[in-house]
Structures are given as C-alpha cells and as structure tokens.
C-alpha cells in the first residue's frame, strides 16, 4: 500500500472529522474556532486566559502527556495483533489484570521507589503477557475467535477484580480501591520546579522507547517478518514454514505486554486507584487511534497525539465554550468512521488495479 496514499487519506479523515464537528458546532449557535482552540487551551498547546496557583501551560502540557501515555501503549497492542491478522479487543481487561496485580503486589508495600518503579513496569507487563498467551494459544489450538475470548476474559476480569477489591482492599470514601503509595507511582506528582507544580509521566519515556522497538521488530526482524505472513495468509505461511501456531501465540504475549504496560501507566500513573465494574475506554478508543495510524507505530504516535488532544480537552471546551463535552466522542467517531471508509476505498483500488494489470499481462 502506497505510504503517501495511506498519509493522504489519513489526513483526509482527520480534516473530515473537524468539518463536521465545526458544522455541528456552527448548528448548536457557537464558534468552532473558539472551540478547537478550547481544545488545545486544555492540553496545554495554547495559554489560557488564568491558571489556579502552582499551575500554567506547561503544567497542563506534562498532564495532556500523562493522560496520553497508556493510549500508545494500548494502540501499539492492538497493532501487533493485527499485523498477525488477530484482533485483540481484550485490551482493556489485560490493562484492568495488570493494573492490579501491580497494585496489590507493588502499589500497597513500602519498597523504595527505585525498585518498586520498575518492578511496577515488568509485572504489568509480564501480566498482560500471560492472558495475551491465554488467547493466542486458544485460537492456536483450539482455533477459538480472539475476539470472543477477549471479550469474555473482559468481563471475567473485571469481575474477580472488582470481588476482591469491595472485599479487600476498598477505600471507605471513594468505594474505589485505596490509592496506591508514591513510591510505586509511574507519575510524579506536583513536582514544584520554578514554583510550578508538574506531574511527570515516567512511562511516556517507556512508551517513546517501544514505537520504536515495536517498528524495528516489525520492519528489521524475522520475527516481525513472520507475524506479518501470518497476517496477511497463514496458510501461505505454514507452506513457507513459517510456524504459524507459534507466531499467533507470540504475537498476543507481545500484545499483552503493551497492554499490560497501558495498564500500569494508568492505574498506577495517571491515577492511583481502581474502580470496580468498570473498564476504561482506552482499551477500546485504542482500535480507534490504531486504524487511524495504519497501525504503524509512528503513525500510532502521532495519531494518539491528535485524539487524545480532542479527548483530554473537551472538559476545558465544555466549561469555555458552553458545548456537551461528548461533542469531542462524535468528532473522534466521523474521523474513524473516514479512515475505515478510506481504508475500504484503498483495498477496492488495490484489487481493481490487480485486475486491471492481470487482464494487461
């Protein structure tokens, strides 16, 4: 697929998205510069007119980073199982599973932040990579839809998790699980430097370091050689002898582990707590910024970027510009429902182009 079509038609989408979203605004009677330019205030992209003591624009910047972090780690999950032609939906209960054991293993013990820190990091990931090892071997095996087992590994998750945190580790007050201690934090928080108070994301350095990881494995290795075979025919793969049992299952430990990763980078990042009964949407929202980065990692970035922009700062334009803070869901929804349509668009004129010079020959 041509790489300058493919960024065509993505920033196609996107220009799409914001029209639409700008007539939809125009109709409710407000101004959809003045709202986009909201969007940007709440992220920290543009001053705003006051800030609160200890804060300003670079405050608001780190928090916009922080908040984005899990999302390239859960997008980057969903992109390695697909490259090997899986559909990892289950991203959000990896995330939930990880967060969890982190907590309680990590989260709740005194051990010195030096430690704890990246003992946080591994066991997120080393969850994440068992249940993603769960689904590939039953799909392997047993041939059973990802999607599926996903989906109910989700509410399985969810549930033995939110049992053992109303029964055990429950916060009286805010009926969530009780916060974890500093020194298992991924976030530090009101860092005061030049008497502005930041919380710095530790786990945005992780997630720089595995866009790029994740695009040599894909583009430099065997490895990545054969987990896109499969993707793309696994039984002209088994043929090639390439073992397609063994990429499957590998493709969803790695899948896991990023998941996993999006997992600790929330729960014990960019908050401190768990809340019963309820998967976070960046499991879900990460399919979203997945398709609309192609699934490349670089692309992932800067898609998660631009999203997460309209996601983070639809709380500051709601309370600026008078508008339902869900008009940012419905502008995130017309730029992927752009980017599946030009996705369909690119396979059609691909085959036809096909057809066209195999008539030729």
Known sequence: MNKNRVLRNAAISI??????????????GKNPLT???????????????????GRGMLTDLCSYIDFLTPMIFAALAVAVAMKAGLFNIGVAGQMLAAGFIATITIGYSAIPAGLAKPLVLLIGAAVGAALGAIVGFLKYRFNINEVVSTIMFNYIVSYVVSFFINTRYVDAVSRQSRNIGENARLTLQNVLIAGYKFNIPLGFIVALAAVFVVKFVMDRTVLGFELKAVGLNNTAARYAGIA???????????????????????YLGYFASIQPRVLVSTGYDAIAVCLVGNSNPFGILASTLLLQIISKGSTYMSSQSGL??????????????STTISVLYMELFGKLRSKKGGKTA
Request: aromatic share 6%.
């Open 324 to 337: 339902e803070s869900e008009i940012a869901s419905v502008i995130t929804a017309i730029i992927l429902l």
């Open 15 to 28: 220009l799409v998205g914001l029209l639409v979203g700008a007539v939809i605004i125009l109709i409710l």
């Open 244 to 266: 397609v049992g063994r990429s499957i299952v590998l493709s969803m430990v790695i899948s896991g582990a990023l998941a996993g990763l999006a997992g600790v980078t929330y």
């Open 35 to 53: 709202a986009y330019f909201n969007l940007l205030q709440g992220c920290g992209l543009a001053p705003k007119g006051k800030y609160a003591a």
